[in-house]
């Protein structure tokens, strides 16, 4: 029970058809190696189908005390007698968990990516219907230059846009299949570690076995390190949106009003999301931290990353729900935010200047700062269309970029399209390969 806790225990369920399918695979190449009795095979494959259903429906129970791999061990001496025997031929735990770790974050980082660019696409459907919105931009959270509400939305698309590499070089790294490296050095049998690989629908295995296992959490603090990453990037959306609610430049309606103050708005859901990268950004120290000393090959340590990556992406999932609330429910307010904006014209009545003196702005600068110059007048709008350069929040600009990040968006959405499609025929193909495994097992009782 000391090393099956409860939690663990849940965290087993939550996996378990990952180790389902790596077996069904392991099993079918066994089988077509001639490594175990094909009649075996089929027995096997068939009872591990049912187990994969029981699985998927939330019916395959894990008890504290036992993992995953006694369960299904379990239930297959149950439904196929000695032939189940043969089920974990030229395999070890140590393997098949690596296995099974890496097709959950291949699966997690397609949905939670798609999930990303779907909020992408909706912060540029906002930045293009608020370009010309006239607001006060900030540095050292003190009015600077006029921008517009369209151009910060854009700040943070193109921020997910880039996390996006990170994302991409983590499901690259966990595409390979590890199944077949056994304890840590391989095993004794003639496997054919390319066949289990593409069953499971990865690009290859890994080359080195040795390093198959060792890389458990390593991969995980890819994924996570990528899910840190997008999630500090969208507290500090969150933290734009909670100055600006207590500034009265946006209404914040995804939340709940005071319990003792009436009509009053609160921030709620942005400021959880601002919270929420401290989460992801635990699981990765705690992943971090647990394997910083271990030597290569298993150790049981490398169990402690299981629990954090399972948070990490619950945690960025939640993230991306709120910020999308966010995004449906935030209410700029155009008067409040064309008035502080005028407070912002400074730097571009120095520009004027300069430009209609044809001189160096740093002695214009100067000279304004020595109360020696007469400023022209120039208003938010003005001021806007003068910054009239690639990524500058010119209106026109806004527009314009809006079209680029869109098809940036559109071609990383493709790319986890394809990736997703991948998977999802492998498992298909794996399901009917089985299944026709699982045809020719014997009606009879069996054999024991």
Known sequence: MLIVDEEQAELEEELAEYYILDTIAHNIMLAERGIIPEQDAARVIKALLALLEEARGGRLKVKVGMDIHQVVEAKLREAAGASSLWFHQARSRNDEVAARMRMYIRHKLVSLALRALSCCAEMLDLSEKYCSLVMPG?????????????????????????????????????????????????????????????????????????????????IELYAASWASALALLLSRLAEDLVNWSSLGLVEVKAGEGSSIIPAKLNPDVAELLRAASARTLACYTHMYTALKSLPSGYQRDSRETKKPIVDCFKALEYSLKALSALLRSARPLPEEMYTRAQSCMLAAKAAKLARQLNKPYAEVKKLIEEGEASLPEVNPDEALEMQDHLGSPKPARVLEAARELRKAVQQEASWWHARERGMLEAERDLIERAKLYAQRAAEASPRW
């Open 138 to 218: 900030y540095t050292h959270q003190m009015p600077s230059m006029p921008m517009t509400f369209g151009f910060w939305l854009q700040c943070y698309a193109e921020g997910i846009l880039d996390t996006m590499e990170l994302a991409k070089a983590a499901y690259k790294a966990a595409d390979k299949c590890p199944l077949g490296a056994g304890a840590s050095q391989g095993v004794y049998w003639p496997i054919d570690r390319e066949l289990t690989s593409r069953l499971l629908g990865f690009s290859k295995p890994v080359l080195n076995s040795l390093y198959a296992v060792t890389s458990r959490g390593h």
